[in-house]
């Protein structure tokens, strides 16, 4: 086992950087544009549902309710209004000179009545095409709104990738540029006292933290009222001159002859050291 120097981590506050300001900004704004637009045109659309469905009313309350409705049949005579009960020619003449005799304030009744169908009809059509409309509208809307998610999800993943990022630049920048105190003094200290042939990592030499600490285990040991946090950091090196065998497993006969043995789960390669 490689002795290690051991020092208490003592992690500093950082200053938390706003890098998607700019974008999400961008985003917020296209988000807001879209939805203003969408529910313009949906209250556009109520406020003509809403005149249509007023003026509908307005002209069927205008209209009596129940009304007498009369078969026309040219030519029948009392036994088909007996079994039909349709209007025969006799009774149909009595009601021409009836309309005839109506007064000129009561044609234009009936006129404004058939004015009132029409319209009632018209008004039936543009219901249609509003419904229509609006389902359509409705369509765009739930369409919209998975874009928009969509759209949501990426700019928040994007956005802890960034801020992953920048947290990672910012704890390398940290403690990659100079040593702690501690830390320097027990290199230096170490240093001078290594045997021949031993020498610091690449890492301590170069005053790269960052990789020391990549490469640092941890222990907890308890004490009272808290814990105790060990780092042990790689230090120094060493090289060591390494013979590599191959190794081939054999089979061997038994004594009888007639099986042979074999090692199986061996390594293909073994290396040795004159002091290990």
Not at 40 to 58: K, M, P, S, W
Not at 257 to 270: A, I, M
Request: hydrophobic content about 35%; charged content about 20%.
């Amino acid at each position: 086992m490689l002795p290690s120097a051991t020092t208490n981590d003592q992690s500093s506050k950082t200053q938390s950087q706003d890098i998607l300001s700019y974008n999400l900004s961008n985003a917020e704004k296209a988000q807001q544009q879209l939805t203003t637009m969408v529910r313009d045109q949906a209250v556009y659309e109520l406020t003509r549902i809403e005149t249509i469905e007023r003026n509908h009313h307005g002209l069927k309350a205008s209209i009596r309710q129940s009304r007498n409705q009369r078969g026309l049949f040219d030519g029948g005579g009392k036994i088909l209004n007996w079994l039909f009960d349709v209007s025969t020619t006799e009774e149909l003449d009595k009601v021409n000179n009836q309309v005839a005799k109506l007064s000129t304030e009561t044609t234009a009744i009936v006129n404004a009545l058939e004015t009132h169908a029409t319209l009632i009809n018209e008004t039936m059509w543009e219901l249609h095409a509003s419904k229509e409309a609006t389902d359509a509208l409705q369509r765009s809307c739930l369409t919209l709104n998975k874009e928009l998610n969509n759209a949501k999800r990426t700019i928040n993943n994007l956005s802890r990738e960034i801020n992953g990022e920048t947290e990672r630049r910012s704890s390398k920048q940290r403690y990659g540029k100079n040593l702690p105190r501690p830390i320097f003094h027990s290199t230096t200290e170490i240093k001078t006292k290594l045997p021949t042939g031993w020498a610091l990592t690449p890492a301590t030499q170069a005053g790269d933290m960052w990789k020391s600490y990549q490469e640092a285990t941890v222990t907890a040991a308890a004490i009272e009222n808290g814990i105790r946090l060990f780092i042990h950091i790689p230090i120094f090196e060493f090289t060591r001159a390494l013979t590599l065998y191959r190794v081939i497993g054999m089979a061997r006969a038994t004594k009888n002859g007639s099986t042979s043995l074999k090692y199986v789960g061996l390594p293909q390669y073994l290396a040795t050291s004159p002091d290990h």
